[in-house]
């Protein structure tokens, strides 16, 4: 019989999403937030991320911050095998939610709610721990493409 694990199922995950931003007139920036999310079932979670932005390019605007409720979705999980040796569970992504957005443009902060949509890669190391790779896109003015490497925290039940 087939046997399928559940490693997300009623399971909280919390995160340090280390990342960088890019824009087409934005300046690059080198990103420091978190996430936290809750799955209720194996396919389906929703939580929040966040972001600090710290400027590193040249530009006309730059992202100051960043936090947003999500949604996520899991439309493909399984096994991979790594260097014939080692097994792990992964997951494909979906990522969805309004953002409020606080920038700044020339010497003005702005602050404004913008749609983000995502994929992401998630490969567990353990029952306990997960590395993820997002890609978000942030759809303001300018439009905002944010790269993030996670670090994910699953609790024990």
Do not use: Q
């Not at 420091?32 to 590193?56: I, N």
């Not at 567990?124 to 490497?149: A, E, N, Q």
């Amino acid at each position: 019989s087939l046997r399928r694990t559940r490693i997300r199922a009623e399971r909280v995950e919390l995160a340090v999403s280390p990342g960088a931003s890019f824009g087409a007139d934005d300046r690059a920036s080198l990103l420091a937030g978190g996430e936290a999310h809750y799955y209720p079932w194996e396919a389906f979670g929703a939580g929040a991320w966040g972001t600090w932005g710290y400027p590193v390019g040249n530009g006309d605007t730059r992202l100051r911050a960043a936090v947003s409720p999500e949604l996520v979705l899991v439309p493909v999980s399984g096994r991979a095998n790594a260097f014939d040796a080692i097994f792990f569970r992964f997951d494909l992504h979906v990522l969805a939610g309004p953002t409020l957005a606080f920038t700044r443009r020339g010497s003005d902060d702005e602050t404004a709610w913008m749609p983000m949509a995502g994929v992401g890669f998630r490969g567990f190391c353990s029952w306990s721990w997960s590395k993820t790779v997002d890609y978000r896109i942030l759809f303001g003015d300018p439009v905002r493409h944010l790269v993030t490497l996670t670090l994910g925290y699953w609790p024990v039940d």
